[in-house]
């Protein structure tokens, strides 16, 4: 059984395209960051609260230029239909994960102290 990341689709939270530019996605944070302020919204400030968090963790990653190309590649990763588990995100690191892996020495070297890692 593969495992999917439990990744937000960032440009939802937005209301924004995959295409938007970096100006649209500027603009739609300050519209949205202004309309659901918890100081604008007393009267449901616990769910103003928690879409004003979802608003600024989107354009936290969406409004730098390196963190939306890394989210970018994992979203086209983790599309609906490839469902490609984790482990697969992992494979190349540390002589990868799973049977037979050795703490990351080409050809399964093992460890230092003699210990071989057995997997999960």
């Known amino acids: ?9 960032y440009y939802e939270v937005l209301g924004l395209s995959r295409e938007a530019s970096a100006e649209d996605i500027r603009k739609g944070f300050r519209r949205l960051a202004m ?3 918890p100081d604008r919204n007393p009267e449901a400030i616990a769910e103003a609260e928690a ?5 600024n963790e989107a354009y936290g990653v969406l409004g730098d230029d390196f963190k939306r190309l890394q989210y970018d590649r994992l979203m086209s990763l983790t599309a609906e239909g490839s469902g490609a588990p984790l482990e697969n995100l992992f494979r190349g ?3 990868g994960f799973g049977r037979g ?3 990351g020495r080409a050809r399964g070297g093992g460890c230092r102290g003699g210990r071989k890692w057995r997997g999960l």
Do not use: N, T
């Open 93 to 95: 690191f540390a002589g």
């Open 35 to 37: 309309r659901y302020h």
């Open 101 to 103: 892996g050795g703490c």
């Open 51 to 55: 879409k004003f968090k979802d608003i």
């Open 1 to 9: 059984m593969g495992w999917k990341l439990p990744v937000r689709d």
